[in-house]
């Protein structure tokens, strides 16, 4: 997620005001001169090309996300092609800042997969670490580079999927704007500088202008789409806009995962040490 993928989406402040792109300071904190806001505000009507405007915005997205730490309980409700709907349930804590958090992701049920855990160390420069434990046969495995484009645990969420990058971990250029249901978005397309690194040779990415939470993520091998994550059910919560309604899309099998957020709280106490794989094989 992330943005998350897998999470992630926007902090408020008032959102979509032009002076908060790019501000100095820790992220989610508003600048302190006047003279900062000035000149973003002459830079953003007088761009100096694409790429920088969308650069910024996706900085900003990612600023407007910043917790310390975040928890909720989650639905996964798979949807095979013929309709037919099976239900898992999970917990997800994570803890860090954006692009170098650790996050342990716990199912709960149904019975053949409660305790089934997946741990991820995000690095800001490179690929995460994934371990998953299997507490039926008491053994952890590493998810190798090349596994991260199977799919996990039956969703159409891959593993890399579940990863979080950073923005520095990109290109980005500027497509224009495009309303996602009925919300005016910046439509920026996304591509890996290491191009190994990644299943998806680019993403098109769909930014809110009112409060800059992720509407929309279409990713490509080549030139076939072949997921698509949409973002709904946005709410305010503890002053970051938050999607509480997720969809993701297989578009080869024609398959699809809903996952609702439940119970969801960001910056509440978290020990390091519980996100470890020896923490996660206690549990």
Excluded at 15 to 35: C, E
Aim: proline share 3%; net charge positive; with cysteine.
């Amino acid at each position: 997620m992330s943005e998350g993928q897998v999470g992630q989406v926007g902090q408020v402040g008032e959102a979509g005001r032009v002076g908060q792109v790019g501000r100095v300071g820790r992220p989610g904190r508003p600048g302190k001169t006047l003279f900062v806001c000035v000149a973003l505000f002459a830079a953003w009507r007088y761009p100096m090309n694409a790429a920088d405007n969308a650069r910024q915005i996706v900085e900003e997205a990612q600023k407007r996300t910043d917790a310390r730490s975040q928890r909720y309980e989650g639905l996964l409700q798979v949807f095979d092609h013929n309709g037919r709907i099976s239900d898992k349930r999970w917990t997800l804590e994570r803890l860090g800042s954006h692009g170098q958090s650790r996050v342990v992701l716990r199912f709960t049920l149904p019975a053949e997969v409660k305790g089934v855990a997946l741990l991820v160390v995000n690095h800001p420069d490179r690929a995460s670490d994934q371990w998953m434990w299997t507490p039926a046969i008491e053994r952890d495995r590493r998810i190798a580079l090349q596994d991260r484009s199977t799919r996990f645990f039956g969703t159409d969420f891959s593993f890399e999927d579940l990863e979080e990058r950073d923005v520095s971990q990109y290109e980005y250029a500027l497509g224009g704007e495009e309303a996602v249901d009925g919300a005016a978005c910046w439509k920026i397309q996304s591509t890996p500088r290491e191009s190994r690194s990644s299943q998806y040779t680019r993403s098109i990415v769909w930014i809110r202008k009112d409060n800059y939470a992720f509407a929309r993520i279409e990713s490509y091998v080549k030139d076939l789409v072949v997921r698509r994550l949409n973002y709904s059910g946005f709410q305010n919560v503890q002053g970051i806009w938050t999607a509480r309604l997720l969809e993701m899309s297989d578009l080869k099998r024609g398959t699809r995962t809903r996952m609702t957020l439940e119970k969801l709280e960001y910056n509440l106490p978290l020990k390091d040490e519980d996100f470890t794989l020896q923490a996660i094989r206690r549990q």
